[in-house]
């Protein structure tokens, strides 16, 4: 995977770390999609292995 690519998907990751629990996953699914130009599907494909840390780790 080339560096840039990296770097953008750490973006998404990040991102979708501030917005967890702040709206239903599926919705922060699309919003990341139409913020960084993907599907939902390659952005959950980004996010799969990350997802349910960021569950666990997110405020009630």
């Known amino acids: 995977m080339k ?3 990296r ?3 750490e973006r ?3 991102a979708a770390a501030h917005m967890i629990g702040t709206m239903p996953v599926m919705h922060l699914y699309a919003a990341l999609a139409r913020d960084f130009g ?3 599907e390659h952005i959950r ?3 799969s292995k ?3 840390e960021m569950q ?3 405020p009630p």
């Open 3 to 5: 560096p840039t690519t």
């Open 7 to 9: 770097k953008r998907y």
């Open 12 to 14: 998404i990751r990040q």
């Open 38 to 40: 993907y599907s939902e």
């Open 45 to 47: 494909r980004i996010l």
């Open 50 to 52: 990350t997802m349910h």
């Open 56 to 58: 666990k780790n997110a």
